[in-house]
């Protein structure tokens, strides 16, 4: 039988014949596209396959209406006046959305995949292109990946991969920028799915803090990272090692006797570890985490706050805590040779940093002109793709090994 156009010419119940019978009712779906034509057709043979179907014309109706993004399946054109995909795409990121993801459009291909790709990237599930004009076979292909996706990430999900150990971390060389020399690695954490692949925390650690398990989560980092750190001092490394740790961890009742078993068990210099936390962290009480703050501190452990000028209460939180560094965030270092306005974000960064007598740490370096940029405004330490990306230990070794830097 030959396929059909699904032009908004084409009649809908020829489009009927060519998709499967309805699956589950009850699913939701969203078609983001200002062709009213399309939508209509869109809708169409959506509804057929059991879909509650909501549609928006752009970002401006998303900014009105966000729950509509609560949706299993988007339809998402790229071209949506003065705005595009692109554009949507960022908000589902910044959403941390899971729905799978069908970008509609007349552009060319290359366009076209790159903005699958653009997607990819920032952890969505994209299922495929659907070009203009499109045959409903193609629809019912892409739906069909759908149902072979895994489902979306759960609480369940997570707590099986705490309880079966199924995090691990990789690292990332932190080098001081005048000299190029190494001072330090980040421990970065991953999650190894049976069904998913390899998880990156983006995708993880909102549901964790959902679902109340950044604390058991926090403590498994910690127990890895201070295992490796462990076999790192037995084989004559001296750098130091930086763990990103979540506030509530602080609220705990025993808290500090617990860090210092976890330290002790593990036989770790405390003085070679840095503790990151994330500047736009929720911190309930800064008086109390001060305290705690100060007591790690005590026992060696240097303090950082991780992505500044993300968050809402940066200031009060940098005057107040004890902090010994100060890390800008990769969204301002990546875009400074290139944004008049996020360099001077860097740049103000940097120089409160410098005022305040912190070590200032920038993130997400890709370019030898954004070096050039950090080095001249007397950045201290750089971490970024231009140097390496995250790495296994093994990896690592060989990084070390090839760039013959002062790692012992």
Not at 117 to 127: D, W, Y
Request: with cysteine; net charge negative; aromatic share 6%.
């Amino acid at each position: 039988m030959p396929d059909f156009d699904a032009s908004p010419n084409a009649a809908p119940r020829v489009a009927e014949r060519f998709l499967p019978a309805p699956a589950i009712a009850g699913k939701r779906a969203l078609i983001i596209d200002d062709d009213r034509e399309m939508q209509t057709l869109l809708a169409l043979l959506l509804e057929r396959q059991g879909y509650a179907v909501h549609i928006a014309s752009g970002l401006e109706d998303l900014a009105h209406a966000p729950e509509q993004l609560q949706a299993e399946l988007i339809l998402l054109d790229f071209h949506l006046g003065e705005f595009t995909g692109i554009d949507v795409l960022q908000l589902l990121e910044e959403k941390r959305s899971q729905a799978a993801i069908i970008l509609v459009s007349g552009c060319n291909a290359a366009t076209g995949e790159a903005a699958l790709a653009t997607g990819k990237s920032h952890g969505l599930n994209m299922l495929g292109l659907l070009p203009k004009p499109f045959k409903a076979s193609m629809l019912a292909a892409l739906l069909a990946r759908q149902g072979q996706a895994p489902q979306p990430l759960g609480a369940a999900d997570l707590a099986e991969a705490l309880r079966e150990e199924r995090l691990f971390l990789v690292y990332q060389p932190k080098l001081e920028l005048a000299s190029g020399r190494l001072v330090g690695v980040e421990a970065l954490v991953r999650w190894q799915d049976p069904l998913r692949g390899v998880i990156p925390p983006d995708r993880f650690i909102a549901l964790a803090e959902d679902s109340r398990q950044i604390v058991a989560l926090s403590w498994q980092v910690l127990d890895l990272a201070f295992a490796q750190q462990a076999r790192w001092q037995a084989a004559g490394h001296t750098f130091d090692l930086a763990i990103n740790v979540a506030p509530q961890m602080l609220y705990e009742p025993r808290c500090l006797t617990l860090f210092d078993a976890l330290a002790e068990r593990h036989g770790v210099d405390l003085t070679r570890i840095n503790l990151e936390i994330t500047e736009s962290a929720t911190i309930d009480c800064l008086s109390y985490t001060r305290h705690r703050l100060n007591g790690l501190r005590e026992r060696g452990c240097s303090l950082s706050m991780d992505d500044f000028g993300t968050g809402y209460s940066s200031m009060s939180q940098l005057y107040r805590l004890p902090f010994d560094q100060l890390k800008v965030d990769r969204t301002f270092v990546g875009a400074s040779d290139r944004c008049s306005e996020a360099r001077a974000i860097t740049t103000t960064i940097v120089e409160l940093g410098q005022r305040l007598n912190l070590k200032v740490v920038a993130e997400g370096i890709e370019t030898p002109s954004q070096r050039v940029l950090l080095e001249s405004l007397g950045c201290d330490y750089g971490q970024g793709y231009l140097f390496a990306r995250p790495m296994p230990t093994h990896q690592l070794t060989g990084w070390l090994a090839r760039h013959h830097l002062d790692a012992f």
